[in-house]
């Protein structure tokens, strides 16, 4: 029997802890992106090993949630989440230190074991420690949050990057996270659990064997042409193969789901949160996919600095952070439903704009409207949508309901990141050697064949996206002046071919958007109190 609760602190100081170390791990999720030219051309990294640099951390993080929720409730989330907040800090410094695209690869994999451990903690801290009359505004605070960290990372790691380099878009996170290890020890609560869980490793290895194929099948396809990868295995085989383990991860799930699998099944019975789990992993698919080629456009294209470009963001991100909060409050009134739909459409729609104003001579404003547009729709979709989800759900389950959701949210992030990722090479393949045939006519005739090829094979995994390149080296020993010609050619072929593919390849997230908006009319009205399971619910022992 549990121990009755001893409130040391407010509920409100633990939650700002739980949100500070959140934000934190959220931001790193997107702060990156902004520094993709800038460590492309520091790193010498070409644009699929930028890929990886991008997923390694979210696909690690996507793979443990779940399993770090399961070790929150067995040993406690104040401890786990301690523990996920020094590995994080420890590896975002040894992020910062690195110097090839290599090591900074297995730092972001550090970091996102970090941010698996803490993550679980913070919703399932919450539900407990908030009667149930409260926890609307509590994961209404949450939630916009996790919306503020994910369009607050252009903007800040814009003026990181300018002025201090990309490398302290990590170590900023050293010093934040030893003030929030110190908060954690002191205000965070003892919570025990009056059952215990045993931890499901056979999916764990499952669920990670089947995504790294998936995503590692997306971003190498095309730099192997879609063909050969390791001998004779070929990149459509090893995503099959991927398909094929994930596949045989659910049948395993629910075939111990009379024990205690990685996914309880139980819980997708209420249909408001199963339909929460589509539309965050939907939401993080088109948010990562929309601003990773971007991002890319406003500085190797427009060619703004990542603080220029951080600025053009910025409208979205404040008007989003002013519209937050009155969202959270009309859902817990409301029920949050026609909220999050609205917030959907105008989000979808706000970056469909943002598609089509996007040229390639556009300036840092062009597309401030459809900015403004997708800031006042995401300002509205992130606290509903934990409301939502987590509005009938047992204190009992909220550590495996806080790990799914947040695994829903990664996971559609790293797919969507993979997904865009390759489908932006595929349509550069096309796209940039058309564009240099355009541009080849002006040039002397012996340099055309050799300045069309050079694009053809850069689009094919080679190709570097810092800012001011062309996208392919120029040859050694040119003359002056047929150097400048073919440069100033190299430029507008390298502008014209990405914005192009840019912009077809960005109907892929705008779609997937489009689809969870339209989700959201299937969301069932409150139908009943929310009261909850009193006699199971975790109880704090102490801080």
Partial sequence: MSTPARKEHSPWLVLATLCLGFFMILLDTTIVNIAIPDMSTDLDASLDQILWIV??????????????????????PKQ???????????????????????????ARVVQGVGGALLTPQTLSVITVIFPPEKRGAAFGIWGAVAGVATVTGPTLGGYLVTDWG???????????GVVTVALAAVV???????????LDWVGTLLATVGLFLITYGLIEGESHHWGDVWGPITIPELIGAGVLVMVIFFLHQYATRAKEPLVPFSIFSDRNFSLMNWVVGAIAFGMLGLFLPLVIYLQSVIGLSALQAG?????????????????????????GKWILFTGLTLWSGGMALVVWLARAD??????????????????MTFAP???IAMRDIAPRMAGAASGLINTSRQLGGVIGS??????????????????????????PEQYRGQFVSGFSEASTGSLHVGAGQTGVPLPPGLPEQVRQVIAGAAERAFREGFTHAMRLTLILPLAVLAAAALSCLFIRGRTRTPERERDTAPAAVGS
């Avoid at 965070?188 to 045993?198: A, C, Y």
């Avoid at 556009?362 to 300002?379: D, E, I, K, R």
């Fill in 166 to 176: 990309w490398e302290w878009i990590f170590f900023v996170n050293v010093p934040v």
């Fill in 311 to 335: 600025v053009a963001v910025a409208p979205m991100s404040l008007l989003s952070m002013v519209i937050a909060p009155f969202a959270g409050r009309a859902a817990d009134r409301m029920g």
């Fill in 385 to 387: 949508l934990q409301t």
């Fill in 55 to 76: 997923n390694s951390y979210v696909l690690v993080y996507a793979v443990l949630l779940i399993t770090a929720g399961r070790l929150g409730d067995l040993y406690g």
């Fill in 80 to 106: 786990l989440f301690i523990i996920g907040l020094v590995v994080f800090t420890l590896a975002s410094a040894a992020c910062g230190f690195a110097t090839s695209p290599g090591q900074l690869v297995v």
């Fill in 362 to 379: 556009a300036g840092q404003w062009t597309l401030l409207p459809g900015l403004l547009v997708a800031g006042t729709g995401l300002g």
């Fill in 418 to 443: 993979a997904a865009v990722g390759a489908l932006l090479q595929a349509r550069l393949a096309t796209e940039l050697p058309r564009a240099a045939q355009d541009e080849a006519g002006a040039l």
């Fill in 188 to 198: 965070m609560p003892k919570l025990k659990l009056n059952r215990r869980h045993r």
